[in-house]
């Protein structure tokens, strides 16, 4: 007798965390569509059409812009792996969890890591970081633009601007940002930047949209290979030393993406349907509204935390307009305010991690899951479960605060 468990069946939930966030149905819609062969010519088109889709999206011109199969820190590997050779100096600013992963990554892959931290719910300012970019002469520097867990978003132009001018590559990780806060690759001057679905995009984890320029390029192509096996006749491998991932090789990877179609993996088919329609999706609203329908979002969150006497969590100028981190109030347990909310009304948000485990929650509005009775019911359960836990705000004043905060016209 075999055990077949039940026919899947997964609760109805609003995921109002730090992420995932619900999927936008037309993208699970589009992950139902029938497979293609990977060489199909319906299906390279589909590939180009991603491409294209993604430099508007990131508002770049880069040629290479496509995605890596794999959650976003597989953006991040692929990335960090093809640009580092063992001994490479590379410098992570740290200001969140995810600093740390770019800073683990790396010293993975070999490199002479350099970090600078700044206290979790900051920033750094642009000068801290180019002061430790002249001390380290770093050849990258790998950063990240929000950093869900702290809900801090690190300004970017000027780091760009001084990366350029040292000759330093910058990778920037827009995985909780891509299409939520402002992002300008070309504009920022930034060279590498890798990114996820699961967030503002509203799709399901799994995939990793990633661009970067001809700087990445050359210093990649250095490390040119292609699996033997698959070699044209004559090839010869660069001299660079071989990158030490097969899955993550960029150069093998631009290979696939270009008219060669060298192959490689077998492209995640139904991920590359969802990416497709993720972007469009963001393309037909507008990059500008959707901006402002998270910036609006956030806007009431804060005005209906504040009013039911909670405090935000964080350097308030620097705050993500995707997701918003409030102080657990002294003798509130926070994971049994988060249970009833998941059980008695079917929403998720987040708590974090490290030093700010237990400390706060964090309330993701993003993408599909970032509209307006989202964020009302949102603040009602947080009201309802906050009084059960010995918390007792003004009765119906975040919701009030909120839906006015909404209704106001934007800046
Ligand atoms: C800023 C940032 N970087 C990287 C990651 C890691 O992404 P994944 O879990 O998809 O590998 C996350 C996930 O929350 C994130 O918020």
Redesign the pocket.
């Known amino acids: 007798m075999h055990n077949l468990f039940d026919d899947l069946n997964p609760p109805q939930r609003r995921l109002m965390g730090?992420?995932p966030v619900d999927a936008d149905p037309r993208v699970l819609n589009a992950m139902s569509m029938p497979l293609l062969g990977q060489f199909d010519p319906a299906f390279t088109s589909y590939m180009n059409e991603v491409m294209v889709l993604y430099r508007q999206l990131l508002r770049t011109e880069n040629r290479w812009t496509f995605l890596i199969d794999?959650?976003?820190?597989?953006g991040?590997e692929a990335a960090l792996v093809s640009l580092i050779s063992p001994g490479d100096r590379v410098l992570v600013p740290i200001f969140g969890r995810?600093g740390h992963?770019a800073a683990e990554i790396a010293t993975r892959c070999g490199a002479d890591v350099r970090t600078i931290e700044v206290e979790w719910g900051r920033v750094f300012e642009p000068s801290q970081v180019i002061a430790a970019i002249r001390e380290h002469r770093p050849q990258i520097v790998s950063v990240?633009?929000?950093?869900?867990?702290t809900t801090m978003a690190q300004p970017l132009a000027e780091i760009g601007a001084a990366c350029r001018e040292e000759d330093v590559l910058l990778h920037v990780?827009a995985?909780?940002t891509i299409s939520g806060i402002d992002m300008r690759v070309d504009e920022w001057q930034i060279d590498v930047l890798t990114a996820?679905l699961?967030?503002c995009l509203s799709g399901p984890?799994g995939c990793?949209p990633i661009t970067f320029n001809e700087r990445v390029e050359a210093r990649v192509l250095e490390r040119k290979h292609i699996e033997q096996g698959i070699r044209p006749a004559g090839f010869e491998a660069a001299t660079g030393m071989i990158i030490a991932s097969n899955y993550f090789d960029l150069t093998m990877l631009m290979d696939y993406w270009s008219e060669s179609r060298l192959n490689h993996h077998t492209e995640a088919t139904s991920m590359l349907y969802a990416a497709r329609e993720c972007a469009r999706i963001a393309l037909q609203e507008g990059l500008e509204e959707r901006f402002a329908r998270h910036a609006r979002a956030s806007r009431a969150v804060c005005a209906g935390l504040d009013a039911m006497g909670l405090v935000r969590f964080g350097d308030q100028a620097h705050k993500m307009a995707n997701v918003t981190g409030v102080e657990i109030p002294s003798g509130v347990t926070g994971d049994a305010v988060r249970s009833m909310m998941l059980e008695d009304f079917g929403i998720e948000i987040g708590t974090s991690f490290g030093p700010l485990a237990g400390r706060i929650w964090r309330i993701g509005t993003m993408g599909y899951a970032c509209r307006k009775e989202n964020v009302m019911v949102c603040l009602m359960a947080l009201e309802a479960a906050l009084c059960a836990h010995g918390y007792r705000p003004p009765p119906g004043e975040g919701v009030a605060a909120a839906l006015s905060a909404w209704n106001e016209p934007d800046a």
């Open positions: 730090p992420g794999g959650t976003a820190r597989a991040i995810f992963l990240v633009h929000g950093d869900t867990s990780d995985t909780a996820g699961q967030k984890p990793a």
